[in-house]
Nanobody
């Protein structure tokens, strides 16, 4: 069992920045592909970004490409999402997710990730 805890959400004006963190309670953190998803009110949960087990490969949703950066530190069992140039449409609950997978073919589907955090609210005002 892996416990994921997000932090770093909050209220920010459009154009601002936030950095989300996700702490994982596992000694085998480097066996997991890590990702961020988000869910806005009335919408389905959507893929935001993913990073391979060693940090060598990253993938982004088109809507955040060039503005968000995903990173991980396996020595700290942690994942991060740096969000710059935030827009009101980025407002959502952001979830950290883990997939027990060391390959290079990422999945972007929520159902394929075994572990989830409780989420952290990000609100961008216009």
């Amino acid at each position: 069992q892996v416990r994921l805890v997000e932090s770093g959400g909050g209220l920010v004006q459009a154009g601002g920045s936030l950095r989300l963190s996700c702490a994982a309670s596992t000694v085998t953190f480097d066996f997991y592909t890590m990702a961020w998803f988000r869910q806005a009110p009335g919408k389905e949960r959507e893929f935001v970004a993913a990073i391979s087990w060693n940090g060598g490969i990253t993938r982004y949703a088109d809507s955040v490409k060039g503005r968000f950066t995903i990173a991980r530190d396996n020595s700290k069992n942690a994942e991060y999402l740096q969000m710059n140039s935030l827009k009101p449409e980025d407002t959502a609950i952001y979830y950290c997710a883990a997939d027990y997978y060391r390959g290079t073919r990422f999945t972007y589907l929520p159902r394929d990730y075994e572990y989830w955090g409780q989420g952290t609210q990000v609100t961008v005002s216009s």
